[in-house]
């Protein structure tokens, strides 16, 4: 662990995984509300942020889950069921705690008290509700025979320091049944030598209870690593006897009065149990963790690295063909920097799976909000993607799932008139397909209608009336600002300000977006996105004296510009590709390069959203490893160019934004087509 870590930043990041962990929980629950092993991740998750709270400072953090734990608590005893109206109770009181931990001088504490109140209300009225089936008699610990266990264990000097208080931990082994303690002075010094924020005490009990073995450990689950800890059974005849004797042996040696009052001098107060931070629990058959947190920053920094080395390999290479005697170091050097990339990659890379468990919560509110019945189906969890990627997707997909539920979906009376089933479904799905990675978001709906796309595009001024365009064209229209087919505006939907979000952040991760429907069943929106966003295969190519790298997902084929294309009026650029028309842009012209442009150009057709456009170019170098680095502030809005990369010469080229000169082509295909006659 770094030394200089914020305790506070490290208390979020393990309260995000748990938090994340008990909405999980809560939502499986209310799928399986007999679930007795979700009830116990749930309140385990809850007891965590609990006691880690308390040692971080977080004091109403600790103080109100303590409060949502004892509530939840009568659902773990079998008092309460979890139904719907609890777990939505429950879900908004795990929002509250994430507002304060991760935004405390924000939170209003009103909204705390309220969600109790709710709570209260619930269980108030538990004897009006149907009865919850209790969990099996061996679950249960109002049903376990009485077990007796001696506990021995004393804690490191520095355990207080930490934040934790034994007294308060005792207090919680009293609340688990008949605990008798006796406290052990063997180990305080004299005075002069005692420092005052030491512990020195040790402590011996005998604990009757009806809880499994496993409780006591829980009291002890935030300082097993401050601490020495021994339990062991003991019959429960034999008992009694045992704690008086420990209890009027201790009494002459320490001559300390009443031992087992001063121990229980602090009040009852377990939500105080603070506990050291990232410990782990060191009990017979524990299994090391083989996973370690990595600082994305550090993983970032190693990445420029490789592309450093990557780029010092590339003209190392250079330098090999022009004759000089490297070519095996060259080699060498080129395998080593395909195994780093690779590796360092993979470090890189999470399952997808990690975001698709958010939207979860996302469907099961749109739900309730649209008064629709809506089920999410996922597949290709496993699927990898680079961590950059995930987080950027996350905005993107909500509002694709957000449209899916309000525009796509039926509600359930329409459904089952049309011979559907009354619920909705959305599926998310993902997989790799070559050098890219594709997440599907589709429906079971209503599907695109193209007539109602085209009046309001026209009506918007976003076309022509009567301009001719493809379907598949008319659905890409979803995506422009401020589209919106709803007749009324919402909470929810009507003011278009989602997909044209979702189309320029994808564009922005140099990634596509492809549309398949049919009207009455459905619509499948898939997102087509490289790997990376740090290292790509890019096709180089020359344009006059300058040079330009293409990604290479894009690139369909190359193909000779004829003579006859290249003398043809500049007003119709336009290509026959085995009887489909398609118009290239004289890159020369667009990028105001000075000369004529050279005999036999070459056009590299490129393709996205199953359009395609050709780029008319000097010469194509060939395929190159391209490092990204990101435009400067002053560049960053330059049109056209999505990065650059550093050759191996030393010498810089432009990465061409692929989306963006399709635009430009589709701009000008549509002023030949609306203009001349002969595509009328």
């Given at each position: 662990?770094?030394?200089?870590?914020?305790?506070?930043?490290?208390?979020?990041?393990?309260?995000?995984?748990?938090?994340?962990?008990?909405?999980?929980?809560?939502?499986?629950?209310?799928?399986?509300?007999?679930?007795?092993?979700?009830?116990?991740?749930?309140?385990?998750?809850?007891?965590?942020?609990?006691?880690?709270?308390?040692?971080?400072?977080?004091?109403?953090?600790?103080?109100?889950?303590?409060?949502?734990?004892?509530?939840?608590?009568?659902?773990?005893?079998?008092?309460?069921?979890?139904?719907?109206?609890?777990?939505?109770?429950?879900?908004?009181?795990?929002?509250?705690?994430?507002?304060?931990?991760?935004?405390?001088?924000?939170?209003?504490?009103?909204?705390?008290?309220?969600?109790?109140?709710?709570?209260?209300?619930?269980?108030?009225?538990?004897?009006?509700?149907?009865?919850?089936?209790?969990?099996?008699?061996?679950?249960?610990?109002?049903?376990?025979?009485?077990?007796?266990?001696?506990?021995?264990?004393?804690?490191?000097?520095?355990?207080?320091?930490?934040?934790?208080?034994?007294?308060?931990?005792?207090?919680?082994?009293?609340?688990?049944?008949?605990?008798?303690?006796?406290?052990?002075?063997?180990?305080?010094?004299?005075?002069?030598?005692?420092?005052?924020?030491?512990?020195?005490?040790?402590?011996?009990?005998?604990?009757?209870?009806?809880?499994?073995?496993?409780?006591?450990?829980?009291?002890?689950?935030?300082?097993?690593?401050?601490?020495?800890?021994?339990?062991?059974?003991?019959?429960?005849?034999?008992?009694?006897?045992?704690?008086?004797?420990?209890?009027?042996?201790?009494?002459?040696?320490?001559?300390?009065?009443?031992?087992?009052?001063?121990?229980?001098?602090?009040?009852?107060?377990?939500?105080?149990?603070?506990?050291?931070?990232?410990?782990?629990?060191?009990?017979?058959?524990?299994?090391?963790?083989?996973?370690?947190?990595?600082?994305?920053?550090?993983?970032?920094?190693?990445?420029?690295?490789?592309?450093?080395?990557?780029?010092?390999?590339?003209?190392?290479?250079?330098?090999?063909?022009?004759?000089?005697?490297?070519?095996?170091?060259?080699?060498?050097?080129?395998?080593?920097?395909?195994?780093?990339?690779?590796?360092?990659?993979?470090?890189?890379?999470?399952?997808?799976?990690?975001?698709?468990?958010?939207?979860?919560?996302?469907?099961?509110?749109?739900?309730?909000?649209?008064?629709?019945?809506?089920?999410?189906?996922?597949?290709?969890?496993?699927?990898?993607?680079?961590?950059?990627?995930?987080?950027?997707?996350?905005?993107?997909?909500?509002?694709?799932?957000?449209?899916?539920?309000?525009?796509?979906?039926?509600?359930?009376?329409?459904?089952?008139?049309?011979?559907?089933?009354?619920a909705g479904r959305i599926s998310l799905m993902a997989r790799h397909a070559g050098a890219e990675v594709l997440i599907g978001v589709s429906d079971d709906g209503r599907g695109l209608d193209a007539k109602r796309i085209r009046a309001k595009a026209e009506e918007s001024g976003l076309i022509a009336a009567g301009a001719v365009l493809s379907d598949a064209e008319l659905h890409q229209l979803i995506f422009q600002p401020g589209f919106s087919t709803a007749k009324e505006v919402s909470a929810l939907s009507g003011r278009g300000v989602g997909l044209d979000v979702?189309?320029?952040?994808?564009?922005?991760?140099?990634?596509?977006?492809?549309?398949?429907?049919?009207?009455?069943?459905?619509?499948?929106?898939?997102?087509?996105?490289?790997?990376?966003?740090?290292?790509?295969?890019?096709?180089?190519?020359?344009?006059?004296?300058?040079?330009?790298?293409?990604?290479?997902?894009?690139?369909?084929?190359?193909?000779?510009?004829?003579?006859?294309?290249?003398?043809?009026?500049?007003?119709?650029?336009?290509?026959?590709?085995?009887?489909?028309?398609?118009?290239?842009?004289?890159?020369?012209?667009?990028?105001?390069?000075?000369?004529?442009?050279?005999?036999?150009?070459?056009?590299?057709?490129?393709?996205?959203?199953?359009?395609?456009?050709?780029?008319?170019?000097?010469?194509?170098?060939?395929?190159?490893?391209?490092?990204?680095?990101?435009?400067?502030?002053?560049?960053?809005?330059?049109?056209?160019?999505?990065?650059?990369?550093?050759?191996?010469?030393?010498?810089?080229?432009?990465?061409?934004?692929?989306?963006?000169?399709?635009?430009?082509?589709?701009?000008?295909?549509?002023?030949?087509?609306?203009?001349?006659?002969?595509?009328?």
């Amino acid at each position: 662990m770094n030394e200089n870590a914020d305790p506070a930043e490290i208390f979020r990041q393990e309260s995000a995984e748990l938090l994340e962990q008990l909405e999980q929980a809560l939502l499986d629950l209310e799928q399986s509300p007999g679930d007795h092993d979700l009830v116990n991740t749930a309140f385990r998750a809850l007891h965590t942020i609990k006691g880690s709270g308390a040692m971080f400072g977080f004091e109403q953090v600790a103080a109100f889950t303590h409060e949502f734990e004892s509530a939840f608590d009568r659902v773990r005893k079998g008092e309460a069921a979890p139904d719907h109206e609890l777990i939505a109770i429950a879900l908004n009181a795990k929002d509250f705690i994430r507002s304060q931990i991760e935004r405390p001088e924000e939170t209003d504490a009103v909204i705390g008290v309220c969600i109790l109140a709710d709570l209260r209300k619930l269980f108030a009225n538990a004897d009006a509700r149907a009865p919850f089936e209790a969990p099996p008699a061996s679950e249960t610990a109002r049903s376990r025979a009485p077990a007796t266990w001696r506990l021995s264990f004393r804690f490191n000097k520095d355990v207080l320091v930490n934040g934790s208080n034994p007294l308060l931990l005792l207090d919680e082994l009293r609340g688990l049944g008949d605990c008798r303690v006796t406290v052990h002075c063997d180990r305080v010094p004299p005075l002069a030598e005692m420092e005052p924020d030491a512990c020195y005490l040790e402590w011996e009990a005998v604990l009757t209870m009806t809880h499994p073995r496993s409780a006591i450990d829980d009291v002890f689950m935030f300082v097993a690593d401050d601490m020495e800890l021994k339990v062991e059974a003991v019959d429960a005849v034999d008992a009694v006897d045992v704690a008086a004797a420990e209890a009027s042996a201790a009494a002459p040696e320490t001559g300390a009065p009443a031992p087992q009052a001063a121990a229980s001098a602090a009040p009852a107060h377990p939500d105080r149990a603070g506990a050291a931070a990232e410990t782990s629990t060191k009990r017979a058959g524990s299994v090391e963790s083989s996973t370690i947190r990595v600082p994305a920053e550090r993983l970032d920094e190693m990445m420029d690295r490789v592309g450093e080395l990557v780029i010092a390999q590339a003209r190392l290479t250079q330098l090999a063909s022009a004759g000089g005697g490297t070519k095996g170091v060259a080699e060498e050097i080129e395998r080593l920097t395909s195994a780093l990339r690779d590796a360092m990659m993979g470090i890189r890379m999470v399952p997808i799976g990690s975001l698709f468990g958010r939207f979860r919560r996302l469907v099961h509110d749109l739900s309730r909000d649209l008064g629709k019945e809506i089920d999410l189906t996922t597949a290709g969890e496993e699927t990898e993607l680079d961590k950059t990627m995930i987080e950027r997707l996350a905005d993107p997909l909500v509002h694709v799932i957000r449209n899916s539920a309000d525009h796509g979906l039926e509600d359930s009376k329409t459904r089952v008139a049309a011979g559907k089933p009354p619920a909705g479904r959305i599926s998310l799905m993902a997989r790799h397909a070559g050098a890219e990675v594709l997440i599907g978001v589709s429906d079971d709906g209503r599907g695109l209608d193209a007539k109602r796309i085209r009046a309001k595009a026209e009506e918007s001024g976003l076309i022509a009336a009567g301009a001719v365009l493809s379907d598949a064209e008319l659905h890409q229209l979803i995506f422009q600002p401020g589209f919106s087919t709803a007749k009324e505006v919402s909470a929810l939907s009507g003011r278009g300000v989602g997909l044209d979000v979702v189309k320029r952040t994808i564009e922005s991760m140099r990634g596509s977006i492809d549309i398949a429907t049919q009207l009455g069943q459905g619509t499948e929106i898939t997102l087509r996105l490289p790997l990376t966003l740090a290292i790509i295969e890019g096709l180089l190519v020359r344009v006059a004296d300058a040079r330009y790298a293409i990604p290479l997902t894009a690139v369909e084929e190359c193909v000779e510009l004829s003579e006859a294309d290249a003398t043809r009026s500049r007003g119709r650029s336009f290509l026959n590709i085995r009887g489909e028309l398609v118009p290239f842009l004289r890159l020369r012209e667009l990028f105001d390069e000075p000369g004529e442009p050279e005999s036999h150009q070459k056009v590299v057709i490129v393709a996205a959203a199953d359009t395609r456009v050709g780029l008319v170019v000097d010469q194509i170098i060939g395929s190159h490893q391209t490092v990204i680095k990101s435009l400067s502030k002053l560049h960053a809005d330059v049109p056209s160019f999505s990065g650059a990369t550093i050759l191996g010469d030393g010498a810089v080229a432009l990465i061409l934004d692929v989306p963006h000169l399709i635009a430009l082509g589709q701009a000008r295909e549509a002023r030949i087509k609306s203009s001349t006659p002969e595509f009328a």
